[in-house]
């Protein structure tokens, strides 16, 4: 019997150590079929960036990493929840800016997705927005900017990509921050707002780099700031909000990350993560970036958990004070 006994236990002992073999076979294989990055909208700063990563993984992983747009004026949520529903195995990733994990749960009464069952994975670039004024006011600077606007309350007016925007956050967050009055205006993307504020349409609004810079070089608009927490290397001379309006720790600049459901296991969120760095610093796809004005960036599940709960805090006051509500 005792004999018995041991041959059972030796084989279940096998059993056990050939599957955690196979497992961790399985998992360093990581990825053996195609790979796919759900997202919201095409043509945005997300999915730029996340076409650019997606070629570089591809050649990396040997593996095609395919970018599935769901066009809509709820994509970014629907793409969110097809990523929830999605087995947790990393064939199925959200890419995002802020929308999806820090401003849709604070606008919208009700999400198709929960975020608790979304784990950020990869943080891959960041996009700096730049504040320009039209050529027509009389200012030169952030701080010229914000005197004519208190001696003129309620007479200004911005334009933003759209209610919920990282665009209207924001401006919004430097009207609560120094106590001012400027009127919103909102239109459907940038593609709108920069228009808007070369015809005089708006006196202000924060958009990319690449919208604005060929209408700073003509002299049609003038950029005054950033709003991310360190100079742009697009524009050197612009300085940031922080550094122009005194406001200390502010930083919009949108984070552009992947996103998987929260059971993905840990060692396939950490491969993620080190081959979307190790992608995003490649010279190549680093060139392409600023030329985009985007910022490459990488790092660990938790530097990119924590930059979200930093923002989350900002993002939270504008939104709050701004009584931004979903259309």
């Known amino acids: 019997m005792e004999r018995r006994l041991l041959a059972v236990a030796r084989i ?16 360093t294989r990581y990825p053996e079929k195609p790979v796919k990055l759900i997202g919201g909208n095409f043509g945005g700063l997300p999915d730029t960036v996340t076409r650019l990563v997606a070629q570089k993984l591809g050649e990396l992983w ?21 990523v929830t529903k999605a087995a947790p195995d990393g064939y199925t990733l959200l890419f995002s800016d802020a929308q999806v994990l820090l401003i849709a749960p604070a606008i919208y009464p ?43 309350p309620g007479k200004f007016n911005y334009g933003t990509s759209g209610i919920g925007s990282t665009h209207q956050l924001s401006m919004e967050y430097i009207k609560l921050e120094l106590g001012l ?19 005089g349409q708006v006196q202000m609004a924060f958009s990319a780099y690449p919208s604005l810079a060929p209408h700073a070089k003509t002299g049609a608009v003038k950029l005054l700031a950033t709003n991310s927490s360190r ?27 992947f996103i998987a459901p929260s059971a ?38 938790e530097e990119y958990a924590a930059e979200l709960k930093s923002d989350g805090e900002r993002y939270a006051r504008a939104i709050k004070a701004a009584g931004v509500k979903a259309e």
């Open 110 to 152: 009700k999400l198709p997705y929960s975020p608790k069952d979304l784990r950020p994975v990869a943080l891959a670039a960041r996009a700096p927005l730049f504040l320009a004024v039209n050529k027509s006011l009389p200012v030169n600077s952030l701080k010229e900017l914000i005197a004519l606007v208190r001696a003129n």
């Open 181 to 199: 009055d400027i009127v919103h205006v909102p239109y459907k993307g940038s593609s709108a707002s920069v228009p808007a504020l070369l015809a």
């Open 264 to 301: 993905l296991p840990r060692d396939i969120v950490n491969r993620i993560a080190a081959e979307v760095a190790r992608a995003v610093k490649q010279p190549d796809v680093s060139a392409k970036m600023h030329t985009l004005g985007i910022d490459p960036v990488g790092g660990s599940p």
């Open 231 to 257: 100079r742009s290397v697009f524009a050197p001379d612009v300085p940031t909000v922080a550094e122009a309006a005194g406001i200390p720790g502010y930083d919009f600049a949108p984070p552009i990350g």
């Open 12 to 27: 279940a002992l096998g059993i056990c150590c050939f599957a955690a073999v196979s497992v961790a076979a399985a998992q």
């Open 62 to 82: 040997g593996q095609p990493v395919i970018v599935e747009n769901h066009p809509s004026s709820a994509g970014s949520m629907l793409a969110a929840e097809i």
